[in-house]
């Protein structure tokens, strides 16, 4: 037999209330009554105050269903993860009074749980309410996910630190990075003389590119230089510019 319960009606939180909702629970039908799809819950209860209480996370599925091969008429299929009758509740009380102390006394209970459903069938009088009454259900579903769906990416790094040094050990030498003024002070004699060298290759190279500029190629160079004055504060913004092209 069906569990009803006396319960009273949801009064806070409720995102749909659906009058005249017949409830059919695993093929038996409990009679017209009205339909709460509240965020903490979805309850039905009937005309005379009875009914039952659903959590959010024990459905496992809630759709709109239209094939009238399956059933008669239109309504909202949810399915329920728990068996919801009177020899079920009976058990879970047992359960719950009973100190179980062997691990696998409680294992087998768990899977026979597991394997238990319900399908309850809620269908309005007005069929126009399908719509509504299933995306109000999302809604408040969205509001209590399933915690073996969390991401689990979080969980690898929460209360963990990480050890730069370890890391170095397991996966290699971590490269070190100086400033300007740092790398060149940690330059030995070879590089400081290398890096002298490109300098002088490079002032070279940009002064020959200063002269140059906007000069016919048929004049001589030689002639061009006694004849023009170079600023030297032009020549170093020219160096600067080509110090960041080049590198």
């Known amino acids: 037999m069906v569990v009803l319960k006396s319960l009273h009606p949801p009064s806070e939180g409720v995102r749909l ?40 996370p024990s459905i496992s599925l809630h759709a709109i269903s239209r094939d009238l091969s399956t059933f008669p008429e239109e309504h909202l299929y949810v399915m329920v993860n728990a068996k919801l009758d009177d020899e079920a509740e009976a058990e879970r009380q ?45 809604d408040c579903q969205a509001l209590h996910p399933d915690p073996d769906d969390a991401d689990t990416d979080d969980d690898d790094y929460e209360g963990e630190e990480y050890d ?11 490269p070190t990075f100086y400033t300007y003024e740092e790398g060149l002070s940690h330059l030995t004699a070879e590089g400081q003389a290398t890096l002298d060298r490109l300098e002088g290759m490079l002032a070279q190279s940009v002064a020959q590119q200063y002269h140059m500029a906007g000069v016919r190629t048929d004049v ?3 002639e061009f230089e006694d004849g023009m004055e170079v600023d030297s504060s032009t020549v170093a913004g020219q160096f600067d510019d080509a110090d960041v092209d080049h590198w």
């Open 17 to 56: 209330q659906q009058a005249d909702t017949t409830a059919v629970l695993d093929g038996k039908r409990l009679g017209s009554g009205t339909l709460f799809v509240a965020e903490a819950h979805l309850s039905w209860f009937d005309g005379s105050g009875m009914g039952f209480c659903l959590e959010y």
């Open 94 to 138: 047992d359960n719950a009074s009973d100190d179980v102390g062997e691990d696998d006394e409680e294992s087998d209970g768990d899977s026979e749980d597991s394997g238990s459903i319900t399908e309850i069938r809620f269908v309005p009088s007005d069929k126009a309410a399908l719509e509504p009454m299933f995306s109000a259900m999302c």
């Open 164 to 174: 730069v040094e370890e890391a170095g050990q397991v996966q290699g030498d971590i």
């Open 220 to 222: 001589p160079s030689a």
